[in-house]
T-cell receptor
Framework: SQQGEEDPQALSIQEGENATMNCSYK?????LQWYRQNSGRGLVHLILIRSNEREKHSGRLRVTLDTSKKSSSLLITASRAADTASYFC??????????FGTGTKLQVIP | GAVVSQHPSWVICKSGTSVKIECRSL??????MFWYRQFPKQSLMLMATSNEGSKATYEQGVEKDKFLINHASLTLSTLTVTSAHPEDSSFYICSASLAGVNSPLHFGNGTRLTVT
């Protein structure tokens, strides 16, 4: 079963704007990961945040984790048309057996 | 580094035939690989965990006799869809990870299976 739920399901923004996606989950986790998927392709790992971390940055990406609320957010700053893709959160409860969220489809309009 | 190659990228087969999908870790050894299935506009569903040298572990509701998994070496896992039916048409993706806790997964590019 899918543990993570993401919102919004779809997001359309103008190039240069920031995009924020949220993920909620139900059980305790070792870490939470964010992945990106271009249409018809495999997933690309973006960032991993451990359960004892609250915020992490990587380039234009900022991820937060609130284990008390069982939620995470992914912020993409200064979006580009090339950021258009589906974004998934994935929770790892151990042994790297991750469970994926429902995904957010992001469209960045040039 | 950490490249996972999946082959074929797409395949069309007739009902009743079997199809084999390969997943290779090109520049690292993977004792564990994972197989997922993804329906259009949906998330990834974990099908099974492939363990090198031992039997795969299947998720609840996944028929192990239908989806045969073999992990004969540290760099290769195969998924065979046996006696395929149109409802097996889907996007199948594999992943592998470098050893260690809190390591990200590296994904193949997926295989689009169409059963006619």
């Amino acid at each position: 079963s899918q543990q993570g739920e993401e919102d919004p399901q779809a997001l359309s923004i103008q190039e240069g704007e920031n995009a924020t996606m949220n993920c909620s989950y139900k059980t305790s986790i070792n870490n939470l990961q964010w992945y990106r998927q271009n249409s018809g392709r495999g997933l690309v790992h973006l960032i991993l945040i451990r359960s004892n971390e609250r915020e992490k940055h990587s380039g234009r990406l900022r991820v937060t984790l609130d284990t008390s609320k069982k939620s995470s957010s992914l912020l993409i700053t200064a979006s580009r048309a090339a950021d258009t893709a589906s974004y998934f959160c994935a929770t790892d409860r151990g042994y790297q057996k991750v469970t994926f969220g429902t995904g957010t489809k992001l469209q960045v309009i040039p | 580094g950490a490249v996972v190659s999946q082959h074929p990228s797409w395949v069309i087969c007739k009902s009743g035939t079997s199809v084999k999908i390969e997943c290779r870790s090109l520049d690292f050894q993977a004792t564990t690989m994972f197989w997922y299935r993804q329906f259009p506009k949906q998330s990834l569903m974990l099908m099974a965990t492939s363990n090198e040298g031992s039997k795969a572990t299947y998720e609840q509701g996944v028929e192990k006799d239908k989806f045969l998994i073999n992990h004969a070496s540290l760099t290769l896992s195969t998924l065979t869809v046996t006696s395929a039916h149109p409802e097996d048409s889907s996007f199948y993706i594999c992943s592998a990870s470098l050893a260690g806790v809190n390591s990200p997964l590296h994904f193949g590019n997926g295989t689009r299976l169409t059963v006619t």
